[in-house]
């Protein structure tokens, strides 16, 4: 859905964000519960997630979907994980061994204190595969996306690509191809949300970085 003017797009991504949300918390606590267990399964069984050496998630807040699941799940398969820190307009990873591993921060929610970052955990490595778990607050089924509006991922996301200078990664995240046709690829997208929370189409702008794939309790969406 691409809107003429800047501020008719802003006006229509603010009440397609709140319409998600209200939807988002209307879900009962079980109902979030058993479509996070869901949602963990769906991603766990992609490629992308089997092959990464290294899993980076958000640290799930209110009605969010919960990745205390998948979490629990990325240690017991032995990946590296990875939590966000937020530092004024910019965030950088972490790596966490446990939840006693992470405090109240941003907006009072859970992040690591500090520690092993990303960048350093990289350079130890010889050969990385990581997968990037994304929230949000509406989605379309092309994989568009509404943040809460600071803009963290898009930032993080275009820093991250254009440092390790890996273009083919980036042409690929914004194109949605799957890392599985493409076993290359060092980094991958996922943004997890609830089916409530997708539509048919949403506002976009060519810069918008998109995941490689959205996942659902009920499917995931991918080009």
């Not at 009072?108 to 990385?128: C, N, R, T, V």
């Not at 599985?180 to 929370?197: G, N, V």
Request: aromatic fraction near 10%; charge should be negative.
């Amino acid at each position: 859905m691409r809107l003429a003017g800047a501020e008719e797009q802003a006006a229509e991504k603010k009440r397609l964000r709140a319409a998600a949300l209200a939807k988002r918390d209307s879900l009962t606590a079980q109902q979030r519960n058993n479509y996070s267990v869901s949602i963990t399964k769906n991603l766990t069984s992609l490629f992308c997630y089997r092959e990464a050496d290294a899993v980076l998630t958000y640290i799930s807040f209110r009605s969010e979907v919960d990745t205390i699941p998948l979490i629990e799940r990325a240690f017991a398969d032995g990946k590296a994980v990875f939590a966000p820190k937020v530092y004024g307009k910019e965030m950088e990873f972490y790596r966490i061994f446990s939840q006693s591993d992470l405090a109240a921060g941003y907006r009072g929610i859970l992040e690591p204190a500090g520690g092993l970052s990303l960048d350093e955990w990289m350079g130890d490595q010889s050969s990385q595969k990581i997968l990037i778990c994304m929230p949000g607050t509406a989605f379309d089924r092309a994989r568009h996306r509404i943040g809460y509006g600071g803009g963290f991922y898009d930032r993080y996301l275009s820093r991250l690509l254009h440092q390790k200078e890996d273009v083919e990664a980036s042409a690929y995240t914004q194109t949605g191809a799957d890392m599985e046709e493409h076993p290359q690829l060092k980094f991958s997208t996922a943004a997890l949300a609830y089916d409530c929370q997708i539509f048919e189409e949403i506002p976009w702008e060519s810069h918008d970085i998109r995941p490689m794939c959205v996942v659902t309790e009920k499917e995931i969406l991918r080009e």
